[in-house]
């Protein structure tokens, strides 16, 4: 049995397991002796089909949106951006609950290889601002660019990096220089741009001569330029959830009234108790309210350690041609950023996590469509590395991080630095990165000792599940335009 046939054989298997453990899910990840499953080979994501505009686009917009969902521009052929990026999951995974409950972490287009982490949605991510640059004013913290960890300034400059990267879609860069860097380029890409459905459309743009004209790697850039312009559309920026129907959205709508788990989930949201809206809501950084006319991006874009531990399922973890530290590897995020920030500022000097203040900062997502799920049973990965597997646990892990409980049930909290006392086991596994941990103390009212009650946790989740677009016709920004950083 050859590689890719017991990798489908796997995958055949463990869709069905999928399913029938979705609802066993637990609402921790405990503390435990970690192990990896060996030999887990998930192979390519399935199809994702090219979905209807949900408003009139630009031709430029157009283009984009084809090339998004062109599975022709991978090498091997099959593999499109939106496979990682689906949009009936809000653009944050494929199509397949056993991979995200497996792994988390997306597999590339060629079987056995994943990067470490796990797809950042591209819905929303045009409003953060070029980056990441250090915030004094409202944030305190470094915010804006593109990607869990800011190695890339703006979008244009991210959606050069997926075609040539070895463990997504696989094209080797033509002048050698792979991802992270922002300068690489796929000429391999370009030839077959030339020859896709959409070449006339591309003619239409930038000229009928647009291959004579520019070099390849000009060229390049006005392919991934495209992908950002349909990244910055009302197509994926829909602002139209449930949430935004309701009074409280912008403008106030009559159209949804929240019921009344869902209003107690947003007074704790926006309340001191949850404290959610610190980082999870663009009302807190008024650079951002301003591009968006108000509407809440339900993210700051700004960098942070939640202490989220280690996935000792992801596939990584197994791949010593790009990973030979095993599970040793750490991911210090920002602190593993090799391109220095706009403002000349790098993020390590000789190895990634060499700067402690660096370590472990990941960018905050949005929210938004954070529920969003092609049915109801589907299984969707959360956190940078896909650790948790339902909102549920998500929710515990911020209300619950620091506290340990013994064999009778007694709870206490602890510093994460310390561990617990004797006897007693904590919830939760400790953190990846230890440094530059929120609240790693474990100080009442503040993330890992939250202290709601299970209702609270179960009422915050209810009003999480609005945030999902699609309730009504898309309710955009009008006139934004996102800015751009492309450096060649």
């Avoid at 489908?8 to 453990?21: H, L, N, Q, S, Y």
């Avoid at 499953?37 to 209807?52: D, K, R």
């Avoid at 991510?125 to 300034?153: C, I, Q, R």
């Amino acid at each position: 049995m050859n590689r890719k046939h017991l990798a489908v054989t796997f995958i055949t298997g463990f869709a069905a397991f999928a399913g029938a453990v979705l609802f066993s899910i637990p609402e921790h990840i405990p503390a435990r002796a970690e192990q990896i499953t060996p030999n887990t080979v998930f192979p390519p994501l399935p199809h994702v089909p090219y979905y209807p505009n949900s408003i009139p686009l630009s031709d430029t917009e157009r283009l984009g949106k084809s090339i998004l969902f062109d599975d022709t521009l991978s090498d091997p052929p099959g593999y499109a951006c939106a496979q990682c990026h689906a949009p009936a999951t809000g653009f944050r995974t494929g199509l397949s609950s056993a991979v995200n409950l497996g792994a988390g972490p997306q597999p590339g287009v060629i079987p056995g290889r994943s990067g470490p982490r796990t797809p950042l949605s591209y819905a929303y991510a045009t409003f953060s601002p070029v980056g990441p640059f250090f915030d004094t004013e409202f944030l305190d913290s470094w915010v804006g660019g593109a990607l869990w960890d800011g190695h890339a300034p703006d979008l244009s400059t991210q959606a050069r990096q997926p075609f040539i990267s070895a463990v997504e879609m696989a094209n080797k860069p033509t002048n050698g220089i792979a991802p992270p860097h922002a300068g690489g380029y796929s000429a391999r890409v370009v030839q077959k741009v030339k020859n896709r459905p959409y070449t006339k459309l591309f003619k239409r743009i930038y000229g009928d001569d647009v291959f004579q004209k520019y070099s390849v790697q000009e060229v390049y850039t006005l392919i991934t330029e495209a992908i950002a312009t349909f990244e910055t559309s009302s197509d994926i920026n829909e602002f139209s959830s449930k949430y935004d129907a309701s009074q409280f959205g912008v403008p106030p709508q009559r159209r949804y009234t929240l019921t009344p788990a869902e209003e107690r989930g947003r007074l704790l949201f926006f309340g001191n108790k949850g404290t959610c809206s610190g980082c999870h809501s663009s009302a807190n950084f008024p650079p951002v309210q301003a591009v968006t006319t108000g509407k809440d991006t339900f993210t700051t874009y700004l960098f942070a350690n939640t202490g989220v531990p280690k996935n000792y399922s992801n596939p990584f973890y197994q791949e010593p041609d790009f990973n030979p530290l095993g599970t040793k590897f750490i991911d210090y995020g920002l602190g593993a950023n090799p391109n220095p920030a706009p403002d000349g500022t790098r993020f390590y000097d000789n190895t990634p996590g060499d700067i402690v203040r660096f370590r472990g900062l990941f960018q905050t997502p949005t929210l938004r469509n954070v529920d969003k799920r092609p049915q109801p049973a589907f299984v969707k990965p959360y956190m940078h590395n896909g650790v948790f597997k339902s909102l549920e646990q998500v929710v515990r892990f911020y209300n619950k991080r620091n506290i340990a409980v013994n064999s009778k049930g007694r709870k206490v909290v602890f510093d994460l630095r310390d561990g617990p006392p004797a006897g007693y086991t904590p919830l939760f596994a400790p953190p990846e990165v230890l440094n530059n941990v929120i609240n790693v103390e474990g100080a009442p009212g503040v993330i890992g000792n939250l202290g709601l009650t299970d209702r609270q946790e179960l009422d915050l989740v209810e009003f999480l599940k609005i945030l999902s677009d699609g309730f009504t016709k898309p309710n955009p920004v009008v006139g934004f335009r996102a800015p751009r950083d492309v450096r060649h």
